[in-house]
């Protein structure tokens, strides 16, 4: 059973398009986190989420956290070949011990 | 801060033999490591928690005696993985933590093929 269902998977459009990927859980979470990834490498944080309905700007990053804490998005604004990587949101778990639980993660391609 | 050292970077070996992999926190003091797996076009999936001094826990369905982790100092942790095959072949990434002002971070992974 998958803790932290992430989506789309997969992603593919055109430079200037918006986007918004999806992670949902049944479980609550403590905090939930975005990375990003590129291929070889380990991930890189983008931003900790904590509050309920909390949401936070980096660029054209939005990210979002559900009031309820059960749920995020990433929003990007137009979009550029250089987002193009993995994107992975991951929470700590209330009752996991500190563990950091991922999502299948979003491969998204932007296209010039 | 938080700066992490993970090596090799990559590494091909041969079926049956086995590897380590070394993680390493530079400017802080890791209390626990996490030890991930990551196939190809997958997410990270948590293989074991370790912390310093104790045994690791493995999370289920991943072999303990064939996937050795050693936290013995509060700056090293090991992962080895023994009698490899070619399935074992994937991205491992460490993640050193040392409480709740680092936050969580990662290794640059090492890449594992085995042929």
């Known amino acids: 059973t998958q803790l932290l269902e992430q989506s789309p998977q997969f992603l593919s459009i055109q430079e200037g398009e918006n986007l918004t990927v999806y992670c949902n859980s049944s479980s609550v979470f403590s905090s939930l986190q975005w990375y990003r990834q590129e291929p070889g490498e380990g991930p890189v944080l983008l931003v900790t989420v904590v509050t309920g309905g909390e949401v936070k700007k980096l660029k054209r990053l939005t990210f979002q956290f559900g009031d309820a804490r059960k749920d995020s998005s990433l929003h990007i604004t137009a979009a550029q070949p250089g987002d193009t990587g993995l994107y992975l949101c991951a929470g700590v778990h209330h009752n996991q011990g500190g563990k950091l639980i991922f999502g299948q993660g979003t491969e998204l391609s932007v296209k010039p | 801060g938080a700066v992490v050292s993970q090596h090799p970077s990559w590494v091909i070996c041969k079926s049956g033999t086995s590897v380590k992999i070394e993680c390493r926190s530079l400017?802080?003091?890791?209390?626990?490591m996490f030890w991930y797996r990551q196939f190809p076009k997958q997410s990270l999936m948590l293989m074991a928690t370790?912390?310093?001094?104790?045994?690791?826990?493995?999370e289920q369905g991943v072999e303990k005696d064939k996937f050795l982790i050693n936290h013995a100092s509060l700056t090293l942790s090991t992962l080895t993985v023994t009698s490899a095959h070619p399935e074992d072949s994937s991205f491992y990434i460490c993640s050193p933590q040392g409480g709740s002002n680092y936050g969580y971070t990662f290794g640059s992974g090492t890449r594992l093929t085995v042929v």
């Open positions: 370790s912390n310093e001094g104790s045994k690791a826990t493995y």
């Open positions: 400017d802080f003091q890791a209390t626990t």
